[in-house]
């Protein structure tokens, strides 16, 4: 090839590549910051200042250093918005002959963005486009040398970023969002667009969003309509700041919900998926993972909502919740209804942990039914809970409640195995943070008979119950020494009507490890004069005699004083 030729070759190839590269050198792009910097404000509403810009004709772009947008004044002054780096995507061949800015896209990086909701539940990224929706459809701004589109731009994207949400008043525990990465298509003020949010939660979370929304409501732009699908794994809503360390709820979540907001109320429905739940202060992980399925409604304007199921499921079983929710100073209070009929028990064992349920000694509920009705009002840190429970025909496997009892078991020398069985248990039961009391107990179980009573557990778990236990039904408890209390008290209220024949029953320690004892010394204290005038011959009948022999222990009189 001639010399001449590879020469010209070689200058075809270059002047273009030169001519690109000098092309910054005759457009000045810090010409274009006001006019951008003003249609920019005018659309948010928000005052917007662009650093140094420079032209990059390889890529397309303008990149302005820094980019900064203002906070509501209502919010305070730290900046709403802020970014290193700003790249505008542009026409360029309009740009160098016309001097026209046509804006293709919108690329962010890492930018640092501060969202707060006040106490009345506005945002302030409510007032964003305040009052603009009805000046974007308007011909492109004309200025000095250079004309701006309408801020209708094909791609918006923010990559790696960082979000802090705080509500106020001011709390310590501010929700931080890292890795935040933004797509939004086809934007534009007054029409729909495609959207795509992702980010990292506090710990190992990880929440995607994605649906379409707008256009923007000009008056609220938190009040925008928007249908989108939401999924969160691996959330600690502790860690995450959704739920206050105080109140006793933990797990490790995820969620898969649809969310449809028509500007004014939003509904969703979806799947929670629990893991080492804990629903109450004191409550264990459960042992397996709990499906929570539901479906709310929420006004933005009222702050308030409506839960129209919330069902609690595991294996076959589910406990429905229903209720109303209610912001306020950005802490919801409910009002919730918990219905339970005729659950069957073994469904539950997963669940009781969480709730705080325990048993003593490891011991496991087998077979029957749970029926409940509970209301819940308060917030998730300070609340009450009050109702009624119902438990038929189960067994607790673990645990021979006839052979603890102090006073009886003794007497009797009761060796039943290691089961009780419970053939109905009820109550009405009222739950604060101060503890808990159970009023109007009724249980019938075959080791103990026909129970009734009261009782309350303190806030650390110390039990304090009081009950009536009629024996003479009990099976493994009248022998040798109970017959003798049932007749002595069945003596003594037939001679006194108004006292029901009876042992007092005691129980106190932990749910864990409980103390049960019968007042036997009581008991007998109380019904000494018939002891003494009939005694001798009760113990001659019930065979109790035996136990002293009759030469060398003769049974002595009873003291004169009661």
């Known amino acids: 090839m001639k010399k001449s030729v ?11 590549i030169f001519a690109a590269a000098a092309i910054p050198l005759f457009v000045n792009a810090n010409t274009f910051r006001p006019m951008i910097e003003s249609r920019i404000t005018a659309a948010l509403s928000r005052k917007v200042t662009l650093g140094t810009l420079s032209l990059s004709v390889l890529t397309g772009s303008l990149v302005a250093n820094d980019l900064t947008i203002a906070e509501d004044p209502k919010f305070g002054q730290t900046p709403f918005f802020t970014a290193k780096r700003l790249h505008i995507g542009v026409q360029i061949k309009p740009l160098i002959f016309n001097r026209q800015l046509i804006v293709r896209s919108f690329e962010v990086d890492a930018p640092q963005i501060h969202l707060i909701q006040g106490e009345d539940g506005t945002w302030n990224f409510s007032t964003l486009s305040h009052g603009a ?16 589109s309408d801020l209708s731009v094909g791609l918006i994207t923010i990559k790696d970023g960082n979000a802090e949400i705080e509500t106020l008043p001011s709390q310590t525990n501010t929700r931080t969002y890292d890795h935040l990465n933004v797509t939004l298509e086809h934007f534009s003020l007054d029409k729909a667009f495609p959207f795509t949010v992702s980010a990292s939660l506090p710990g190992d979370g990880k929440v995607r969003i994605s649906g379409t929304a707008g256009p923007i409501n000009p008056q609220d732009a938190a009040s925008t309509t928007f249908d989108a699908r939401l999924t969160i794994k691996d959330l600690d809503p502790v860690v995450a700041g959704y739920i206050d360390s105080g109140a006793g709820i933990s797990m490790i979540a995820g969620l898969d919900a649809h969310i449809v907001s028509d500007g004014m109320n939003v509904a969703s429905d979806g799947k929670i998926h629990a893991e080492h739940l804990i629903l109450l202060k004191g409550g264990k992980a459960a042992p397996h993972p709990l499906d929570v399925r539901y479906q709310i409604g929420y006004s933005l304007k009222g702050n308030r909502g409506q839960v129209s199921d919330l069902a609690l499921q595991t294996g076959a079983v589910a406990i429905h919740v229903k ?16 219905l339970a009929q005729s659950v069957p028990i073994d469904g539950l064992q997963a669940l009781m942990p969480a709730v705080g349920a325990k048993l003593p000694n490891d011991a496991v509920l087998k077979g029957g039914t749970l029926s409940a009705n509970f209301g819940i009002k308060g917030s998730a840190k300070d609340n009450v809970i009050v109702g009624s429970y119902e438990i038929k025909n189960t067994e607790l496997i673990g645990y021979n409640l006839g052979s603890k009892i102090v006073g009886i078991a003794a007497m009797g020398g009761i060796k ?4 009780t069985v419970i053939e109905i248990s009820r109550a009405d039961i009222r739950i604060s943070k101060s503890g808990s009391e159970t009023t109007n107990i009724y249980s019938v ?22 009950l009536i236990s009629k ?22 209220a037939a001679a006194k009507p108004s006292n029901a024949a009876g042992i007092p029953i005691t129980i106190t320690g932990t749910a864990e490890n409980p103390v049960i004892t019968a007042d036997v010394n009581g008991l007998m204290k109380g019904n000494a004069a018939t002891l003494r005038s009939k005694g001798t011959d009760i113990l001659n009948k019930t065979g109790l005699s035996n136990l ?3 030469k060398k222990n003769p049974v002595q009189p009873l003291p004169q004083n009661n």
């Open 133 to 148: 929706g009805s000046q974007n459809t308007t011909q492109p701004a004309t200025l000095p040398d250079a004309t701006l």
């Open 548 to 550: 002293f022999g009759k």
């Open 471 to 492: 024996v003479t039904s009990a099976k493994g408890l009248n022998k040798v020494g109970v017959n003798i209390l049932t007749k002595l008290n069945s003596t003594s």
């Open 6 to 16: 590879k020469v010209g070759l070689a200058a075809a190839i270059a002047l273009p």
């Open 323 to 338: 209720g109303t929710f209610q912001f306020a100073a950005n802490v919801p209070v409910f009002d919730l209804k918990l």
């Open 445 to 466: 179980l075959p080791a103990l008979g026909e129970s009734t009573g009261s009782g309350t557990v303190s806030p650390s778990g110390a039990l304090d119950f009081h």
């Open 416 to 419: 039943t195995g290691d089961t």
